[in-house]
């Protein structure tokens, strides 16, 4: 806490000195970059001690919002104040047309994977990242995906190379495999990013986005799995209850694994999630299967875990009532002008890493 309070101190002192846009944009990088200070702080939360996790989460993210809600006012400050000085300055033509301007809004994916973020943060999972190109033991074998799997297939895989080595990460579970050869357990993690897999249509994309989930610990089991996934579900739908349910399903990397369907249902054109018999599939998951803590040097008769994986896009789309999957990268200003988010729109508590 410490940490946080020194560079919460130090940047509202640096933020009450006379700034011009340039140096508060470079304030920004600092603490909200790939690599800024808050961004990093997030990224350690999975090494600090359980029980001062979850208040080391709530403090940081209260002081990321007074950061950026000091940051938003400055430039804002500045831009009118650079605004009064033009109409000072210089003479008006009043018979003019007023002049367009457009205003960028945040896309519904970057806006999804800050709310996700802002969650998982809160009960103590950190953010790791990993390179979207991978090799073929990372993104397979490692996961216990035997050699004649059908996701190995040239018709699934971007591979790229003749000898099938270097390939377009087909999820974003190498990212775990990554995690958990460079350190030791407990692991509490989540792992959002691109994804490729050779499909197009109303509902695939060759590019899309997924997050991946890992907690490794001892005495971890599908009741805690259970509790993870309803709490962010009801979190992320903003909605005081869930009907949720399991059905048995078959991933290499996960034994037992099931796919999770919440009850819904349709008013008025628009679908009501927690309510009515109806149901809709959101999410694969299960308990890593004790070949993969193997293939990363765990050892399955002392630490045991769940994962699971949560397809981005698609629940932008069900969130916010987009039908097509291809509009995300369509680069369409007109459609992201209705879907986007206007930042300073966008509620304090989803306001995340800058991604």
């Not at 249509?201 to 805690?224: R, S």
Request: proline content about 6%; glycine content about 6%; hydrophobic content about 35%.
């Amino acid at each position: 806490m410490s940490d946080i309070k020194k560079i919460k101190d130090e940047y509202l002192a640096k933020l009450n000195e006379q700034l011009d846009l340039n140096l508060i944009n470079q304030i920004k990088t600092d603490l909200f970059g790939k690599n800024g200070l808050i961004s990093n702080q997030f990224k350690q939360l999975g090494k600090i001690p359980e029980e001062e996790r979850k208040k080391f989460a709530s403090d940081l993210n209260i002081i990321k919002d007074e950061l950026q809600n000091l940051i938003a006012f400055k430039i804002e400050e500045i831009e009118k104040k650079e605004i009064n000085q033009k109409l000072e300055k210089e003479k008006i033509d009043i018979t003019l047309p007023e002049r367009p301007v457009p205003q960028g809004k945040i896309h519904p994916v970057s806006q999804v994977i800050d709310e996700i973020s802002s969650i998982f943060s809160e009960i103590g999972f950190s953010i790791e990242e990993g390179p979207d190109v991978e090799n073929e033991y990372n993104n397979f074998t490692a996961l216990n995906t035997p050699d004649n799997h059908p996701a190995r297939d040239m018709h699934d895989t971007f591979y790229l190379d003749e000898k099938k080595e270097l390939l377009l990460r087909t999820h974003t579970s190498p990212v775990q495999i990554r995690t958990m050869l460079n350190d030791k357990p407990p692991f509490k993690i989540i792992a959002p990013g691109r994804t490729y897999r050779s499909d197009s249509d109303q509902t695939h994309a060759p590019m899309f986005h997924q997050v991946e989930g890992l907690h490794i610990d001892k005495n971890i089991n599908m009741g805690h799995l259970k509790g993870c996934l309803n709490y962010f579900i009801k979190e992320f739908f903003e909605v005081d209850k869930i009907k949720m349910r399991f059905r048995p399903s078959h991933f290499p990397f996960t034994e037992p694994s099931a796919e999770v369907d919440i009850g819904y249902e349709v008013k008025n054109g628009k679908i009501i999630i927690g309510e009515g018999d109806k149901w809709l599939e959101v999410l694969g998951c299960g308990m890593v299967h004790p070949n993969v803590l193997k293939n990363v040097n765990v050892n399955p008769d002392e630490f045991q875990g769940y994962a699971f994986g949560i397809g981005i896009d698609r629940l932008a789309m069900l969130k916010y009532g987009i039908n097509d999957l291809r509009a995300f990268f369509d680069c369409d200003y007109r459609w992201l002008s209705q879907f986007g988010f206007d930042p300073i729109d966008v509620p304090s508590s989803y306001r995340g890493l800058s991604r």
